[in-house]
């Protein structure tokens, strides 16, 4: 029975619809359980974190262990982890056991990285960017289902529904939250039994006659005795050890200059922090807890539309110009954000102030009625002098929306022109060009090396997101965001060569000999 590309690309991609669920999720239910176990800022942004740092020594360990083992198991391994780690964060009873919970769950973000490795290996040269970008889309759907999920549960929480009361979703949203993932995990892992080995993959370790079976359900006659003979070109598949000096010999180390600038790139723009801290930077705007979770759900929406966008261009007009034109419009926005947070002011009326002293029996917060604060910063140091640090995160959505005055539209148009140019461009352009440029006998070594500096940035912006925000601000953070970008976009555009329309063993011949823009790189 013949097999179809595309069909084993979505099957393949939904790990990053899981990926995207078990990330995103944690931005609504972050802010219920602060208040449940009172954490301080580290321990918040260590809870998101945590799930980064699984990805970490995924990132060391998952694309050697399936050059090792093959694709194919390692992808289902993946797929139980994440419902392993859904039951497990579900199931939390403090601040140690959900950090491990999302530890397991970080690990299987280790097929971020596989799966474009697996559909880079199967597809034809002149749709392989839109099937592994299937993998983003994929990412993006999980991303939007995570926040519908959590707004439907957040206004449900506050629903005195019988079932909603049975459920206890009140004092357990967050736990709903988490455990969703569930279902589509065993879902994933079902349907992964019907994937077959990466054809590549085996005709690398010698198991040519597997190999042709499969190949013969995908390709003609002629593809079969054409892909065989350019793989059987190239280097067998070696040890970690051999990988490591194919990949820093001098006619290809610009190749992994590119990748980690790639890796570097995607991850420190911010876009993790607006990610999975989406609704918190919503409420920094003052529009207060449900409007920003109701506002989080566009930015799933927008990841969508753009993503889709990025399919139907990445083979037609390449992967540079994509590149170049999302950088571009990322730090534009991010420089709108910082100046739309940087303009703000903070008054509390006299009025509000005495009403929330009365209601919090805290009289030193009615002192604060009519004074004027110029950031959040200096507004939330006031706040912290005159409440004590459980109720000031309690109340903190609210006293914003009270004592803000910003132009919270500009700050969502920004957030969502940030989330569309990293959506059509270095979202999932990274991973395409990492699965393209690296050759077949060094890719699960290239990509672990690209995939953990990719989790190493992701981590050090999540967990840095909170500690920020107190000290610095947002209007701090994205300045600082805007200036990475537009370093980023420019070892862009200076590093890296156009990939689409070739066969990756072309693609390895025609790198090795150097792409005349990273000469000067290769020679350090």
């Not at 839109?130 to 926040?147: E, K, P, T």
Request: aromatic share 8%; net charge positive; proline share 4%.
């Amino acid at each position: 029975m013949r097999m179809n590309h595309t069909t084993l690309a979505v099957i393949v991609g939904l790990g990053g619809l899981l990926f995207g669920f078990e990330a995103t999720v944690i931005s609504g239910a972050i802010g219920f359980i602060t208040l449940q176990f009172g954490l301080a800022d580290w321990q918040t942004g260590l809870v998101v974190a945590a799930s980064t740092l699984g990805a970490v020594a995924a990132s060391v360990s998952v694309t050697a262990l399936a050059d090792r083992v093959g694709r194919k198991p390692v992808l289902m391994t993946l797929a139980a982890l994440y419902a392993i780690s859904a039951t497990c964060a579900a199931l939390s009873n403090g601040f140690p056991a959900l950090v491990a919970a999302r530890i397991i769950g970080g690990y299987a973000f280790g097929s971020l990285s596989l799966a474009p490795i697996y559909v880079a290996e199967i597809a034809p040269p002149e749709r392989r960017g839109r099937l592994i970008a299937c993998n983003q889309l994929s990412i993006m759907l999980g991303f939007s289902a995570a926040y519908f999920a959590n707004y439907l549960l957040l206004r449900a929480s506050g629903s005195q529904a019988p079932l909603a009361l049975r459920l206890g979703l009140a004092e357990h949203a967050w736990r709903y939250m988490l455990g969703l993932q569930i279902v589509p995990a065993l879902a994933w892992f079902a349907l992964l039994t019907r994937v077959p080995e990466s054809p590549r993959w085996l005709i690398l370790r010698g198991r040519e006659r597997e190999a042709r079976a499969i190949l013969g359900r995908l390709v003609d006659r002629d593809g079969v005795e054409r892909l065989i003979g350019e793989v059987r070109r190239r280097e067998a598949l070696t040890g970690v050890r051999e990988q490591l000096h194919r990949l820093v010999l001098p006619q290809r180390r610009h190749i992994l200059i590119v990748a980690l600038v790639l890796a570097a790139a995607q991850q420190i723009c911010g876009i993790n922090a607006v990610y999975f801290y989406a609704p918190t930077i919503f409420e920094q705007s003052g529009v207060g807890t449900d409007a920003a979770f109701a506002q989080a759900v566009l930015i799933g929406v927008t990841n969508l539309v753009f993503t889709i966008v990025a399919m139907l261009l990445i083979d037609r007009i390449g992967r540079r110009p994509l590149l170049l034109a999302g950088m571009a419009g990322i730090t534009l926005s991010l420089t709108t954000l910082a100046i739309g947070f940087g303009q703000a002011e903070f008054r509390l009326s006299p009025a509000a102030a005495t009403e929330l002293a009365g209601r919090t029996g805290r009289p030193a917060l009615a002192e604060l009625g009519g004074k004027t604060f110029d950031s959040d910063v200096a507004f939330k140091t006031a706040l912290a002098n005159a409440l004590p640090r459980s109720q000031r995160k309690a109340l903190e959505p609210e006293l914003l929306a009270r004592a803000i005055r910003l132009d919270a539209a500009l700050v969502l148009l920004a957030v969502l022109g940030f989330v569309a140019s990293f959506a059509f461009s270095i979202g999932p352009v990274m991973w395409v060009m990492l699965a393209e440029i690296f050759s077949n006998a060094a890719r699960g070594v290239g990509m672990a090396i690209a995939g953990l500096v990719n989790a190493i940035v992701s981590f050090v912006v999540q967990v840095l997101f909170p500690i920020q925000l107190t000290h610095i601000g947002s209007a701090g953070i994205f300045a600082l965001y805007a200036a990475a970008s537009a370093i980023s976009g420019l070892l862009i555009f200076r590093l890296v060569p156009e990939t689409r329309g070739r066969s990756l063993e072309a693609l390895e011949s025609d790198l090795t000999a150097r792409h005349p823009v990273c000469h000067a790189l290769s020679e350090i």
